[in-house]
């Protein structure tokens, strides 16, 4: 079965769009502002992506684009600024920020209460603990795509490979919550295909193409592609050997057409809930 993000993704769009609709008849257009600084053109392209879901469903969406000469005194300045400012409801610092920024800095400095990524110490805290709070995007999209494909994390052994802020982590946390027994691998791994092979849900969060092996795949598991990642020929694949994983896995997602529009789609689902819990 490929599980079809896509698909799922627009019906959270449609989700969204009636939540929309309400919070309007209250008076209370949601508000999405990013903030992208410097002329990266993957960011430039994904958050072209982010601007068009917001208006499909109806989300007010502003972007500050900063130069990449802009320094952490300013960029700071701008966080605060839109602290301040009751129209908006989410802020999301696209990243990776340009080399010389402090990106802890400014993520820490983003107010907790607008903070769509789930990226604030205090909702990776709260995420930790088992609270409510914005929920990180792309693992919250993932947990969105196992509960479609009918796989309920409950007993199961979960892998997930990778341990950044932004995936790893609190992927890790969020299948703890709903009951997986959950391994983390990474690079100092000592043998990554036994770890895969006993797993009955992977997801893949390391960004080399086509780096687990379709033949380490257990019969039956479900697969899930975080990786996004540009071939010499410029075709994106993901972290998963795709074909040969296929033929194993009860469930696997596509790159693209997997992870990539749930992470936007949760990012509309996070800017509504924020506006909710506003008014
Ligand atoms: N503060 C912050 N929050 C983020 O959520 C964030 C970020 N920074 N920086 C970069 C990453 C990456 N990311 C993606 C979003 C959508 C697709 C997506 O829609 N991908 C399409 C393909 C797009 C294409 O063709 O290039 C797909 O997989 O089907 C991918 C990647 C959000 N990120």
């Known amino acids: 079965m490929i599980i079809d993000g896509k698909q799922v993704a627009a019906q959270v769009r449609a989700e969204v769009a ?16 990013v903030v992208r600084v410097g002329d990266d053109p993957a ?10 879901a917001c208006e499909e469903v109806g989300i007010r969406s502003v972007e500050h684009h900063l130069p990449a ?6 960029l700071l300045a701008l966080v605060r600024q839109l ?14 920020l340009p080399k010389g920024l402090d990106e802890s800095e400014i993520l820490d400095a983003i107010d907790p209460g607008k903070d769509v ?18 929920r990180p995007c792309t693992p919250h999209g993932v947990m969105r795509l196992l509960a479609e494909a009918g ?5 199961k052994r979960a892998l997930v490979i990778g341990r950044s802020h932004i995936v790893g982590k609190p992927m890790a946390l969020m299948l703890l919550e709903k009951h997986a027994t959950v391994t983390i691998a990474h690079s100092r791994t000592a043998d990554l295909a036994a770890e895969v092979a006993r797993a009955d849900i992977v997801v893949a969060a390391i960004g080399k ?12 598991a ?14 994106l694949c993901g972290d998963v050997e795709y074909a040969a994983a296929a033929e194993r896995a009860a469930a696997i997602t596509p790159v693209p057409g997997g992870v990539g529009p749930m992470t936007i789609a949760m990012l509309l689902v996070n800017t509504v809930e924020l506006a909710r819990t506003r008014t």
């Not at 392209?45 to 068009?52: L, M």
């Not at 000469?69 to 300013?74: H, I, L, V």
């Not at 805290?125 to 709070?133: R, S, V, W």
């Not at 796989?151 to 007993?155: A, I, L, N, R, V």
Request: glycine residues 12%.
């Open 18 to 33: 009636a939540a929309v609709k309400e919070l309007e008849a209250r008076g209370r257009t949601p508000g999405l502002t």
């Open 43 to 52: 960011s430039a392209v994904y958050v072209r992506g982010k601007r068009k």
């Open 69 to 74: 000469t802009t320094s952490q005194a300013e």
């Open 83 to 96: 602290n301040a400012d009751p129209s908006v409801d989410g802020i999301l610092v696209q990243l990776p």
């Open 117 to 134: 990524d789930g990226f604030h110490p205090l909702n990776v805290g709260a995420l930790c603990l088992g609270k409510p709070a914005p």
């Open 151 to 155: 796989c309920d994390p409950k007993g």
């Open 209 to 220: 193409a086509e780096m687990i092996r379709g033949e380490w795949v257990k019969p039956g």
């Open 222 to 235: 479900v697969v899930i592609d975080v990786g996004m990642n540009r071939k010499p020929d410029g075709k």
